[in-house]
Structures are given as structure tokens and as C-alpha cells.
């Protein structure tokens, strides 16, 4: 996910996309502990596509405040 991608969203489905992420990356957590998970790389890619919301989601914040 680019950030590109995230400026049309509003901080509702921003809030609903972090949420269904951060939901992905612990069924790939526990993938992980129990040695099944096949591609390690997308903890990372998951964890800053998490960032990149959040960041968007406090300059929207900002914005309006």
C-alpha cells in the first residue's frame, strides 16, 4: 500500500484498514510461532502499511484540530 493510496480515505476507513491489518498481522503472529508461516516478509510490510495509516490518521487530526 502506497501513501498515495491512503489521501483519498477518510480517517473512518483509514480506522477500519489499520484495524483489519493489525488483525492480519497477529493470525500471521501466531503462524509464526507455530512455524507456518511461509512468507516472513509480509510481518514487515504489515507493519509499515499499519505505520502509514496511523501517520495519516494524525495529519488528518492535526489538520482539523
Request: net charge positive.
Amino acid at each position: 500500500m502506497k501513501a498515495s493510496e491512503l489521501k483519498d480515505l477518510t480517517p473512518v476507513e483509514l480506522t477500519a484498514r489499520g484495524r483489519d491489518l493489525r488483525q492480519e498481522l497477529f493470525n500471521l503472529r501466531l503462524q509464526q510461532a507455530s512455524a507456518q508461516l511461509e512468507k516472513p516478509a509480509r510481518l514487515r510490510l504489515l507493519r509499515r502499511d499499519i505505520a502509514r495509516i496511523e501517520t495519516r490518521i494524525s495529519q488528518l487530526r492535526r489538520k482539523a484540530a
